[in-house]
Structures are given as structure tokens and as C-alpha cells.
């Protein structure tokens, strides 16, 4: 077996892989992440295979990047298991597609045989999945919300609701302190933030994670937003009242 051919296995599982977190997450902004890899896939066989080679590493790069801080941070947040295991698996599969893809790259002519190729993507997942199981001892409750909590949901690269209150009045005691929670669920395959620069919050919240955040909010109007990039012009924005 070829390194390439082995890259496109690995890449036909990712496919296979977004194309199911399209269809069971509803995640319309996973179909750009298909096509590009899709389009990668189709100059493997071609006259200039090294553009899908090295296009194909960089993209398992990337989605290890992400999916694999995800995993950990989801490991260390104690949540549930699906919520560690889809980024888990693809930042596995990733981990394997890197290899593959950079070993194409610098033994392009040579080859390798099954045994072998197999041998050393296991390998890589295991080392990968060692990483994963260690960081799962240390870590701190993130996942679970506390009554009294303001609740925010982050799908389709929108938040929901818009608008956030927090009254004293509605008997949110931990207002009575200065303080306000912030509980945000994240429904999307990609890192989202819940940012509000006056107040100086910046929580991050994974792939399918749950956050909780608690600061000091003096009554008042504040504008949160998501500070990953293009998120806030994709309407990744609301306010905060506090009363
Ligand atoms: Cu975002």
C-alpha cells in the first residue's frame, strides 16, 4: 500500500465523517469543510497528485487542530461521552491523515507495504489516544449549569436568544453580589466564544461542549460576541442587560 493510497482512505472516512455531522448536527457550515476536501481527494489520482497530497495534510492539520482542543477540553470539562468522542475520533483520524499525508510527501516515489502502512497509523492513534486518556484524570466540572444560571445557546453560527437579562428582581440571587452566570451550550462542530470586552469575559466553548462563566456585571447594557473570525459578521452577537 501507497502513503497516498492510505491518504485516501483516511480521507474518504473524514468525508464519510462530515458528511454525518452534517446530517445528524444540521451543520450547514460543515458542507464548505466536504467540498474543499472532496476537490483535494480528486487530484490524488491526477498528474499533479502532490497538490492533493500536500492540500489534503494541511486540511488533516487543521481539523486535528480544532478537534483534538476540543476533545481535551471537553476530557477536562467532564462531559459525556459523545461529546468526547466525536472530536475525539476525528482528531484520531486526523492524527492518522497527517502522518499519511506527510510521509507521502517526503517518500513520494517509494512505497510501503500494508503491513507496515497499517502498522504505523496505529501507532499514531494510539500515541494520540495515551495523550487523550492522561489529560482525563486532571479537570474541572464545566459541563454542568447551576440554578439561576442565564442560559445561551450557540448553533448555526447564531446565539440563542439574542438577548440576555439578568434582574435581581427575578429572584437571581448571585446578582445581589455583583454577580452574573453564564451558562453557553455549543451545538456546532466548530469552536465558538462567548466575548464581552467591557467586562473582560472571553469563554471558549468546544465542539458540542457546555461552559459556565461567572463575573462581575455592574447594571447595564453589554454586547457579547464570538471572537472567532467572520463569526461576529455571521451574526454571532447579542446584549447583555443586567438590572
Ligand atoms: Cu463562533
Redesign the pocket.
Known amino acids: 500500500m501507497r502513503w497516498r493510497q492510505a491518504l485516501r482512505v483516511l480521507t474518504l472516512l473524514l468525508i464519510a465523517g462530515l458528511v454525518a455531522v452534517i446530517v445528524v448536527i444540521h451543520d450547514k457550515d460543515v458542507v464548505a469543510l466536504t467540498v474543499i476536501t472532496f476537490v483535494l481527494l480528486l487530484f490524488l489520482p491526477s498528474k499533479r497528485a502532490w497538490i492533493g497530497v500536500a492540500g489534503l495534510t494541511l486540511l488533516f492539520a487543521d481539523v486535528l487542530f480544532f478537534t483534538g482542543a476540543a476533545a481535551l477540553s471537553n476530557i477536562r470539562a467532564h462531559e459525556d461521552l459523545t461529546t468526547v468522542a466525536v472530536p475525539a475520533a476525528f482528531a484520531a483520524l486526523c492524527v492518522a491523515g497527517v502522518v499519511a499525508g506527510f510521509l507521502a510527501l517526503v517518500r513520494y516515489k517509494s512505497t510501503a507495504d500494508g503491513g507496515r502502512t497499517v502498522a504505523l497509523l496505529l501507532l499514531a492513534v494510539v500515541a494520540f489516544g495515551a495523550t487523550m486518556a492522561t489529560s482525563a484524570v486532571a479537570g474541572t466540572d464545566g459541563g454542568a449549569a447551576k440554578s439561576g444560571d442565564v442560559r445561551l445557546v450557540?448553533k448555526d453560527?447564531k446565539f440563542r436568544p439574542k438577548q440576555l437579562k439578568f434582574s435581581a428582581a427575578n429572584g437571581e440571587t448571585q446578582l445581589t453580589a455583583g454577580k452574573v452566570s453564564v451558562f453557553v451550550t455549543n451545538k456546532?462542530f466548530?469552536?465558538?466564544?462567548f466575548t464581552i470586552d467591557k467586562l473582560n469575559v472571553n469563554l471558549r466553548i468546544p465542539e458540542g461542549g457546555h461552559r459556565r462563566i461567572t463575573f462581575d456585571a455592574p447594571p447595564g447594557t453589554y454586547k457579547f460576541y464570538?471572537?472567532?473570525p467572520g463569526?461576529?459578521q455571521?451574526g454571532?452577537k447579542g446584549t447583555l442587560v443586567v438590572s
Request: net charge negative; glycine share 0%.
Open positions: 450557540a453560527t456546532d466548530w469552536w465558538h466564544t464570538c471572537a472567532v463569526h461576529t455571521a454571532m
